[in-house]
Protein backbone atom coordinates (compact mmCIF):
# COMPACT_ATOMS: atom_id res chain seq x y z
CA UNK A 1 0.00 0.00 0.00
CA UNK A 2 1.40 3.60 -0.90
CA UNK A 3 0.75 6.53 1.42
CA UNK A 4 -0.76 9.35 -0.87
CA UNK A 5 -1.00 13.05 -0.10
CA UNK A 6 -3.04 15.84 -1.89
CA UNK A 7 -2.06 18.94 -2.20
CA UNK A 8 -4.60 21.53 -3.82
CA UNK A 9 -5.57 24.71 -3.00
CA UNK A 10 -9.43 24.12 -4.36
CA UNK A 11 -11.18 22.01 -1.98
CA UNK A 12 -13.63 20.75 -4.27
CA UNK A 13 -10.57 19.30 -6.49
CA UNK A 14 -9.05 17.51 -3.53
CA UNK A 15 -12.34 15.89 -2.40
CA UNK A 16 -12.97 14.29 -6.08
CA UNK A 17 -9.50 13.04 -6.42
CA UNK A 18 -9.67 11.94 -3.06
CA UNK A 19 -13.12 10.05 -4.24
CA UNK A 20 -11.69 9.02 -7.25
CA UNK A 21 -8.68 6.82 -5.58
CA UNK A 22 -11.35 4.80 -3.58
CA UNK A 23 -11.62 2.58 -6.52
CA UNK A 24 -7.58 2.19 -5.89
CA UNK A 25 -7.19 -0.22 -2.84
CA UNK A 26 -3.24 0.24 -3.10
CA UNK A 27 -2.83 3.52 -2.60
CA UNK A 28 -3.92 5.31 0.69
CA UNK A 29 -4.77 8.90 1.29
CA UNK A 30 -3.25 9.83 4.49
CA UNK A 31 -3.81 13.47 4.23
CA UNK A 32 -4.70 16.76 2.42
CA UNK A 33 -2.89 20.43 2.06
CA UNK A 34 -4.23 23.81 1.16
CA UNK A 35 -1.49 25.06 0.16
CA UNK A 36 2.52 24.28 -0.35
CA UNK A 37 3.13 25.57 2.84
CA UNK A 38 1.01 23.28 4.78
CA UNK A 39 2.05 20.89 2.17
CA UNK A 40 5.97 21.06 3.07
CA UNK A 41 4.72 20.25 6.99
CA UNK A 42 2.72 17.25 5.91
CA UNK A 43 5.07 15.93 3.96
CA UNK A 44 7.56 15.99 6.88
CA UNK A 45 4.78 14.92 9.30
CA UNK A 46 3.01 12.08 7.15
CA UNK A 47 6.32 10.54 4.85
CA UNK A 48 4.37 10.11 1.82
CA UNK A 49 5.33 7.72 -0.91
CA UNK A 50 3.00 10.00 -3.12
CA UNK A 51 2.31 13.28 -3.99
CA UNK A 52 -0.72 14.76 -5.98
CA UNK A 53 0.20 18.13 -6.64
CA UNK A 54 -1.33 21.04 -7.58
CA UNK A 55 0.91 23.35 -9.97
CA UNK A 56 -0.75 26.78 -9.49
CA UNK A 57 -1.55 28.13 -5.31
CA UNK A 58 -1.53 31.36 -4.17
CA UNK A 59 1.38 31.01 -1.76
CA UNK A 60 4.23 28.81 -3.67
CA UNK A 61 3.81 26.62 -7.08
CA UNK A 62 3.96 23.04 -7.01
CA UNK A 63 7.61 23.44 -8.68
CA UNK A 64 8.81 25.93 -6.05
CA UNK A 65 7.29 23.10 -3.48
CA UNK A 66 9.65 20.06 -4.76
CA UNK A 67 12.52 22.55 -5.07
CA UNK A 68 12.21 23.26 -1.07
CA UNK A 69 12.14 19.57 -0.31
CA UNK A 70 15.04 17.96 1.01
CA UNK A 71 13.92 14.30 -0.10
CA UNK A 72 11.09 14.05 -3.10
CA UNK A 73 8.65 11.51 -3.03
CA UNK A 74 6.99 10.33 -6.46
CA UNK A 75 5.09 12.92 -7.86
CA UNK A 76 1.83 13.04 -9.92
CA UNK A 77 0.85 16.80 -10.88
CA UNK A 78 -2.75 17.99 -11.17
CA UNK A 79 -3.65 21.01 -12.63
CA UNK A 80 -6.15 23.07 -15.09
CA UNK A 81 -3.15 24.55 -17.28
CA UNK A 82 -1.58 22.38 -19.88
CA UNK A 83 1.34 24.54 -20.64
CA UNK A 84 3.43 23.61 -17.38
CA UNK A 85 3.50 19.92 -18.91
CA UNK A 86 6.70 20.14 -20.57
CA UNK A 87 8.15 21.46 -17.36
CA UNK A 88 6.84 18.99 -15.14
CA UNK A 89 8.28 16.01 -17.23
CA UNK A 90 11.66 18.16 -16.06
CA UNK A 91 10.54 16.97 -12.22
CA UNK A 92 10.76 13.41 -13.56
CA UNK A 93 6.87 13.64 -12.74
CA UNK A 94 5.25 10.38 -13.17
CA UNK A 95 2.33 12.13 -14.92
CA UNK A 96 0.55 15.31 -15.36
CA UNK A 97 -3.41 15.19 -15.04
CA UNK A 98 -5.57 17.70 -16.36
CA UNK A 99 -8.22 18.86 -14.17
CA UNK A 100 -10.98 18.14 -13.60
CA UNK A 101 -9.29 14.77 -13.01
CA UNK A 102 -10.33 11.79 -15.91
CA UNK A 103 -10.75 8.13 -14.35
CA UNK A 104 -9.03 6.32 -17.32
CA UNK A 105 -6.23 8.83 -17.06
CA UNK A 106 -5.54 8.71 -13.12
CA UNK A 107 -5.71 5.11 -13.94
CA UNK A 108 -2.77 4.85 -16.50
CA UNK A 109 -0.75 7.02 -13.85
CA UNK A 110 -1.11 4.64 -11.05
CA UNK A 111 -0.27 2.06 -13.63
CA UNK A 112 3.15 4.06 -14.29
CA UNK A 113 4.01 3.93 -10.62
CA UNK A 114 3.44 0.17 -10.20
CA UNK A 115 6.04 0.09 -13.18
CA UNK A 116 8.35 2.25 -11.63
CA UNK A 117 8.07 0.36 -8.62
CA UNK A 118 9.11 -2.55 -10.31
CA UNK A 119 11.57 -1.55 -12.28
CA UNK A 120 13.30 -0.13 -8.94
CA UNK A 121 12.43 -3.60 -7.57
CA UNK A 122 14.58 -5.23 -10.41
CA UNK A 123 17.64 -2.97 -9.73
CA UNK A 124 17.68 -3.23 -6.40
CA UNK A 125 17.72 -7.10 -6.60
CA UNK A 126 20.65 -6.84 -9.07
CA UNK A 127 22.50 -4.32 -7.67
CA UNK A 128 25.49 -5.94 -6.33
CA UNK A 129 25.32 -9.11 -8.38
CA UNK A 130 28.78 -10.37 -9.69
CA UNK A 131 28.59 -11.71 -13.41
CA UNK A 132 30.29 -15.22 -13.99
CA UNK A 133 32.58 -12.73 -15.86
CA UNK A 134 33.61 -10.95 -13.12
CA UNK A 135 36.93 -11.63 -11.27
CA UNK A 136 37.66 -11.95 -7.64
CA UNK A 137 40.52 -11.53 -5.17
CA UNK A 138 41.14 -14.63 -3.55
CA UNK A 139 43.44 -14.70 -0.38
CA UNK A 140 44.49 -17.78 1.52
CA UNK A 141 47.42 -17.51 4.21
CA UNK A 142 49.72 -16.37 2.21
CA UNK A 143 48.61 -17.44 -0.97
CA UNK A 144 46.82 -15.03 -2.98
CA UNK A 145 44.57 -15.30 -6.50
CA UNK A 146 42.55 -13.65 -9.01
CA UNK A 147 39.74 -16.05 -10.30
CA UNK A 148 37.07 -15.27 -13.15
CA UNK A 149 33.82 -16.51 -11.03
CA UNK A 150 33.34 -19.01 -14.42
CA UNK A 151 36.08 -21.06 -13.36
CA UNK A 152 34.85 -21.72 -9.63
CA UNK A 153 32.92 -24.93 -9.87
CA UNK A 154 31.94 -25.36 -6.01
CA UNK A 155 31.66 -23.26 -2.96
CA UNK A 156 31.25 -25.26 0.61
CA UNK A 157 30.75 -23.97 3.68
CA UNK A 158 32.96 -24.22 6.12
CA UNK A 159 31.83 -22.73 10.07
CA UNK A 160 32.14 -18.97 9.07
CA UNK A 161 34.32 -19.63 6.24
CA UNK A 162 33.62 -20.96 2.67
CA UNK A 163 36.13 -23.49 1.02
CA UNK A 164 36.57 -22.12 -3.05
CA UNK A 165 37.12 -24.61 -5.63
CA UNK A 166 38.72 -24.38 -8.62
CA UNK A 167 41.45 -25.36 -10.48
CA UNK A 168 43.06 -28.00 -8.29
CA UNK A 169 42.93 -25.01 -5.52
CA UNK A 170 40.66 -25.30 -2.58
CA UNK A 171 41.75 -21.73 -0.55
CA UNK A 172 39.35 -20.56 2.57
CA UNK A 173 37.86 -17.69 2.82
CA UNK A 174 36.28 -15.64 5.73
CA UNK A 175 32.71 -15.33 3.95
CA UNK A 176 29.57 -17.30 4.62
CA UNK A 177 27.69 -19.18 2.32
CA UNK A 178 24.42 -16.86 2.87
CA UNK A 179 26.75 -13.56 2.05
CA UNK A 180 27.96 -15.27 -0.98
CA UNK A 181 24.71 -16.31 -2.20
CA UNK A 182 23.23 -13.18 -2.22
CA UNK A 183 26.37 -11.97 -4.33
CA UNK A 184 26.08 -14.87 -6.74
CA UNK A 185 23.88 -14.78 -9.94
CA UNK A 186 21.47 -17.57 -9.37
CA UNK A 187 21.11 -18.59 -12.99
CA UNK A 188 24.92 -19.71 -12.50
CA UNK A 189 24.86 -20.89 -9.01
CA UNK A 190 22.31 -22.78 -7.29
CA UNK A 191 22.11 -24.13 -3.31
CA UNK A 192 22.62 -27.32 -3.55
CA UNK A 193 21.87 -27.82 0.01
CA UNK A 194 22.82 -25.97 3.25
CA UNK A 195 26.42 -26.31 3.00
CA UNK A 196 27.25 -25.88 -0.72
CA UNK A 197 26.69 -24.14 -3.84
CA UNK A 198 27.18 -25.48 -7.04
CA UNK A 199 28.17 -24.05 -10.47
CA UNK A 200 26.00 -25.20 -12.62
CA UNK A 201 28.06 -24.90 -15.53
CA UNK A 202 31.11 -27.36 -14.37
CA UNK A 203 28.29 -30.19 -13.16
CA UNK A 204 29.79 -33.69 -14.99
CA UNK A 205 26.84 -35.82 -14.38
CA UNK A 206 23.58 -35.80 -12.47
CA UNK A 207 21.82 -38.61 -10.71
CA UNK A 208 18.53 -39.48 -8.63
CA UNK A 209 19.05 -39.70 -4.62
CA UNK A 210 17.29 -41.29 -2.38
CA UNK A 211 14.23 -39.69 -1.14
CA UNK A 212 13.43 -37.18 -4.22
CA UNK A 213 16.83 -35.77 -4.18
CA UNK A 214 19.56 -35.72 -6.77
CA UNK A 215 23.49 -36.52 -6.49
CA UNK A 216 25.69 -33.94 -8.97
CA UNK A 217 29.09 -35.10 -9.72
CA UNK A 218 31.29 -32.12 -10.63
CA UNK A 219 34.00 -31.65 -12.68
CA UNK A 220 36.40 -31.64 -9.97
CA UNK A 221 35.09 -35.32 -9.02
CA UNK A 222 33.19 -33.90 -6.32
CA UNK A 223 29.43 -34.86 -5.27
CA UNK A 224 27.19 -32.58 -4.18
CA UNK A 225 23.55 -34.19 -2.66
CA UNK A 226 20.98 -31.89 -4.00
CA UNK A 227 18.18 -31.35 -1.44
CA UNK A 228 14.17 -32.66 -1.72
CA UNK A 229 13.42 -29.15 -1.75
CA UNK A 230 16.15 -27.85 -3.91
CA UNK A 231 15.67 -30.97 -6.07
CA UNK A 232 12.52 -29.24 -7.30
CA UNK A 233 13.70 -26.22 -8.17
CA UNK A 234 16.70 -27.77 -9.71
CA UNK A 235 14.36 -30.21 -12.44
CA UNK A 236 12.72 -26.39 -13.22
CA UNK A 237 15.49 -24.34 -13.97
CA UNK A 238 16.56 -27.56 -15.83
CA UNK A 239 14.09 -28.46 -17.20
CA UNK A 240 14.50 -31.95 -16.29
Known amino acids: MKKALIIDDERLARSELKKLLTDFPEIEVVGE ?28 TGFEL ?83 LQDIRLFESVGNYARVYFEQNKPLILKSLNALEERLDERTFFRANRKHIVNLRHIEKIDTYFNGGLLLEMQGGEKIEVSRRQAVRFREMMSL
Not at 33 to 60: C, H, R, S, T, Y
Open 33 to 60: AVNAKDGEEKIAALQPDLLFLDIQMPDK
Open 66 to 148: LASLEKVPQVIFTTAYDEYALKAFEYNALDYLMKPVEPKRLADALQKLQQQEEKERLVQQNRGKLSEADQVFVKDGDRCWFVK
